[in-house]
Antibody, heavy 117, light 106 residues
Framework: EVQLLDSGGGLVQPGGSLRLSCAAS????????MSWVRQAPGKGLEWVST????????YYADSVAGRFTISRDNSKNTLYLQMNSLRAEDTALYFC??????????WGQGTLVTVSS | SYEVTQPLSLSVALGQTARITCGGN??????AHWYQQKPGQAPVLVIY???NRPSGIPERFSGSNSGNTATLTISRAQVGDEADYYC?????????FGGGTKLTVL
């Protein structure tokens, strides 16, 4: 059974940094691209970033490019999102998701990031 | 950048058929995917590549995609189908979501 466990969220001041993690199990992690998708309070889903299975290719939404960095450690079956220069508008529930040929077939439960002074 | 649009809300009578649309320029030439999200829960994939159901998704859920509109159809709607539904497409290394449709079953 595929399981994705998101963690690392919390309260951070504007301009601060945070690193999210997603521990994966139940599938061959290195064979699949992985993504982060966020949802601001009361709003819809917004794709944030995707990384290929071997980590060699990364993609970012314009809203986070240059501030966020996606990475993975295939030896630990773990996905990361390093978030720098955080803004109030980055406040959201962040989901990790397993990507499969253009769609997301499994999702984590989400970890909440709040950017506020 | 590519955009897809959904109605904000849709109401359907219990046992009737709900059709949730997702509009985009020539969306029929792309693969459309659909997610269901209930309050406080993570999204769940209900339709992939236009008209395919993942295992565990009831046959009442079906999809189609042609021209400028992709459609998620929920037959014999149940109270348990009340949720937000999102369409999603892939466009040049961008994964694009619609704004979501809140389905109410009356």
């Amino acid at each position: 059974e595929v399981q994705l466990l998101d963690s690392g969220g919390g309260l951070v001041q504007p301009g601060g940094s945070l690193r999210l993690s997603c521990a994966a199990s139940g599938f061959t992690f290195s064979n699949f691209a992985m993504s982060w998708v966020r949802q601001a309070p009361g709003k819809g889903l917004e794709w944030v970033s995707t990384i290929s299975g071997n980590g060699g290719s990364t993609y970012y939404a314009d809203s986070v490019a240059g501030r966020f960095t996606i990475s993975r450690d295939n030896s630990k079956n773990t996905l990361y999102l390093q978030m720098n220069s955080l803004r109030a508008e980055d406040t959201a529930l962040y989901f990790c998701a397993k990507e499969y040929y253009g769609y997301f077939d499994h999702w984590g439960q989400g970890t909440l990031v709040t950017v506020s002074s | 950048s590519y955009e897809v649009t959904q109605p904000l809300s849709l109401s359907v009578a219990l046992g009737q058929t709900a059709r949730i649309t997702c509009g985009g320029n020539n969306i029929g030439s792309r693969n459309a995917h659909w997610y269901q999200q209930k309050p406080g829960q993570a999204p769940v994939l209900v339709i992939y590549r236009d008209d395919n159901r993942p295992s565990g998704i009831p046959e009442r859920f079906s999809g189609s995609n042609s021209g400028n509109t992709a459609t998620l159809t929920i037959s014999r709607a149940q109270v348990g189908d009340e949720a937000d539904y999102y369409c999603q497409v892939w466009d040049s290394n961008n994964w694009v979501f619609g704004g979501g449709t809140k389905l109410t079953v009356l």
